[in-house]
């Protein structure tokens, strides 16, 4: 069956072929199981046959209809498998991507080191992804690309594309991991060949800054808290620092300011006190003692 690319990764094209064929198949079926109905029901109605007749057997109608539908149905499967088998089966010389999800956020790890919160890969080079899960079980899905595969914990699982078209797409969580499921987006952005390796072969940053914000990454916080001033899950770090807080503690308001140590005991100690219009769905977040200075300082740059 040829390989018509449908959509801007060839997976799309794969996955589309098939559907459309189990659909044409079963499209077909319903149209002659349909008119066969009709037909007898006309044909041999009361009024036409009001004295019932012994009907004898027809092993060549019982061999035809058993038979068809058996290679029909394996067809369906050939095709389908043939096309699982090549979206989970690793192509030579393809770019391999860590896919690391937590609650609510997707890291990109790149064999180079770098890391991203989105997935950005070059058009018309394949691709393989090595998925698993911080936490629980969430599931990655690529709609344009057609493929999804879930993240489990302490488990390794694959995915496979190569788009051929430059672009942004959407990249969503589609097994219900918690409050913040809806929430745990990102992208997919294809960029020219050249534009990705000026990008993949930048030195990032090596001050205090930019490692708080690597660790904010690293950690899934920006998965629910931004560090522009929009609203997400959780307040945006943007202006965070010293500004002044209502929270609800054991049921009562009560006014704080956000200052070292109020957010290092928020970090270890997380929903005790819940900020006025968002919910408690703050999960505990390890992080060690100079992590955590980190994370403040980087949020004290953030004004």
């Not at 449908?6 to 079926?29: H, K, M, Q, W």
């Not at 090549?86 to 999800?101: E, Q």
């Not at 490692?211 to 522009?228: P, R």
Request: aromatic share 12%; net charge positive; proline share 5%.
């Amino acid at each position: 069956m040829p390989t018509m690319l449908l959509g801007p990764a060839n997976t799309s094209g794969r996955v589309d072929e098939t559907f459309i064929y189990i659909v044409g198949i079963s499209a077909v079926l319903l149209l002659l199981v349909t008119g066969c109905m009709i037909y007898f029901v006309v044909r041999y109605s009361r009024k036409r046959h009001p004295q019932a007749e012994e009907v004898k057997e027809s092993v060549w109608l019982e061999v035809f209809w058993t038979v068809v539908p058996t290679l029909l149905a394996l067809s369906m499967f050939y095709f389908g498998w043939v096309n699982f088998k090549y979206i989970r089966t690793p192509v030579k010389d393809a770019i391999s991507v860590n896919v690391v999800a937590s609650k609510w956020a997707w890291l990109f790890i790149y064999e180079n080191g770098k890391r991203s919160d989105v997935l950005r890969v070059p058009v018309n080079k394949p691709v393989r992804l090595v998925l698993t899960s911080a936490d629980v079980i969430h599931s990655l899905y690529i709609p344009a690309f057609r493929i999804k595969e879930d993240c489990v914990p302490g488990i390794k699982t694959y995915l496979g594309f190569n788009a051929n078209e430059t672009g942004t797409y959407d990249i969503f969580c589609t097994e219900y991991c918690g409050v913040g499921h809806s929430q745990m987006l990102s992208k997919v952005i294809v960029i020219s060949g050249e534009e990705f390796a000026k990008w993949y072969e930048t030195t990032e940053a090596s001050g205090a800054a930019k490692k708080g914000q690597l660790l904010l990454q690293d950690k899934g916080c920006l998965g629910c808290h931004s560090i522009d001033g929009s609203k997400k899950a959780g307040p945006s770090f943007k202006g965070l620092y010293r500004a002044r807080e209502t929270v609800i503690t054991n049921g009562a308001e009560r006014t704080v300011i956000v200052d070292d140590a109020y957010i290092k005991d928020y970090v270890r100690h997380p929903n005790i006190d819940i900020v006025k219009g968002y919910q408690p769905i703050m999960p505990v977040i390890p992080v060690t003692d100079a992590e955590l200075a980190l994370l403040v300082e980087y949020i004290k740059t953030l004004k």
